[in-house]
């Protein structure tokens, strides 16, 4: 059973930078893809910036292209989303997510795609 566990997220000033990490764990951990998606208050919860865990290909939603680098360690098992310039609107709930290996090599977008969900990692930008 894979578990993924969030650390890292905060309070920081609008402008400031967050680095929020997931760790995952299991007797032999591997995946298609590893995504960062988010939830605000009374929002659905939204695609941010994911990961091909083979090919280290990544892809970012609109809102946070040119702020966000998403990044991963094999050898720690680990995902990083490293978050500059932050404003307001970021504030929500960070959730990292597994899509279970099957040696697929599309990386998925869509939160129903994926297996494995961290508990979530609270992220607040003060104005």
């Known amino acids: 059973q894979v578990q993924l566990v969030e650390s890292g997220g905060g309070l920081v000033q609008a402008g400031g930078s967050l680095r929020v990490s997931c760790a995952a764990s299991?007797?032999?951990?591997?995946?298609?893809?590893m995504g960062w998606f988010r939830q605000a208050p009374g929002k659905e919860r939204e695609f941010v910036a994911a990961?091909?865990?083979?090919?280290?290909?990544?892809y970012y939603a609109n809102s946070v292209k040119g702020r966000f680098t998403i990044s991963r360690d094999h050898a720690k098992n680990t995902m990083y989303l490293q978050m500059n310039s932050l404003k307001s609107e970021d504030t929500a709930v960070y959730y990292c997510a597994a899509d279970k290996y099957s040696g697929g090599t599309t990386t998925p977008l869509h939160s129903y795609d994926y297996d494995y969900w961290g508990q979530g990692t609270q992220v607040t930008v003060s104005s």
């Open positions: 990961v091909n865990w083979i090919y280290g290909t990544t």
């Open positions: 299991g007797r032999t951990f591997s995946a298609n893809a």
